[in-house]
């Protein structure tokens, strides 16, 4: 049986910036949990402290971690808010550090967040002046159709994913999904975390105004993780589906073997 061809799929800037978001996002993730360790309340405004009614909170009544959220309150198993030596909203396995400590936490933080910025100008600028936004990312009319984009999400959630030609681009709901992070979570969480620096607040007043205030802004920027964290899930649960060898050697090399199409 003759063999499905190699095919130059994804060029080396975009695998470069693919390899350093996912160190800089995972460094982000785990250390924004230890900050959020410190105080593991949200609020809605300019203020918010242990006294003012949170929309969420992850505590624990004794030996029993609970998830509060819209004033509904619901048990946990122990992994969130609770930990054997500490009561803890994430526990120390998913933390940077692994131990409390909220100053370095703060401190790689703030390392994953210029690695951030810098990285994802870089690769805008590369996007834009290559084509690859346009060429690579953006649907095209057929795609953009209502029925495409139904069939499109009815054919993933059966695991039909796309083979042959089919696979030598992104298919729509990929696209979606990587113009949603690239374009819109990634901009808000660096936009958010802005916000909550005092620095950027004296220089940069109308921005704290835009995102409702400091309490909101750390509330959207929560949520904007959250939202990354749901990213990456699905992003390898898809890479587990569609062949984790074939979809780690694109990422590494740039070279996939296009998966041969289905017989009628």
């Not at 607040?201 to 704290?208: S, T, Y």
Request: overall charge positive; charged content about 15%; hydrophobic content about 50%.
């Amino acid at each position: 049986m003759e063999r499905s061809p190699l095919v130059l799929r994804i060029r080396w800037p975009v695998r470069l910036w693919h390899w350093i978001n996912a160190l800089t996002v995972f460094i982000m993730l785990m250390s924004g949990m230890m900050i959020f360790n410190a105080h593991p309340r949200l609020y809605w405004g300019k203020f918010g402290a242990n006294f003012d009614k949170a929309w969420l909170e992850i505590g624990n009544h004794g030996a029993r971690g609970f998830l509060a959220l819209g004033g509904h309150e619901w048990p946990t198993t122990g992994v969130i808010g609770y930990a054997q030596d500490t009561a803890l909203a994430f526990p120390p396995l998913v933390t940077l550090p692994t131990h409390y400590n909220l100053s370095l936490a703060r401190g790689w933080h703030f390392l994953g967040a210029w690695m951030l910025v810098i990285s994802l100008l870089g690769f805008l600028a590369y996007a834009l002046l290559s084509g690859h936004l346009r060429r690579d990312l953006g649907l095209s009319r057929e795609e953009r159709r209502p029925r495409a984009l139904l069939h499109d999400v009815t054919e993933h959630l059966r695991l039909r994913l796309p083979r042959g030609e089919a696979a030598r681009h992104y298919n729509p709901l990929q696209k979606i999904a990587y113009l949603s992070v690239l374009l819109g979570v990634l901009p808000l969480i660096i936009a958010t975390g802005l916000a909550m620096s005092p620095t950027m607040n004296a220089a940069c007043p109308w921005l704290l105004t835009l995102l409702g205030g400091r309490q909101s802004a750390r509330s959207i920027h929560f949520l904007c993780a959250l939202a990354m964290a749901l990213f990456i899930a699905v992003h390898l649960a898809m890479v587990v589906l569609a062949g984790p060898f074939n979809e780690l050697r694109a990422m590494i090399t740039g070279w996939y073997r296009l998966p041969p199409e289905r017989q009628p």
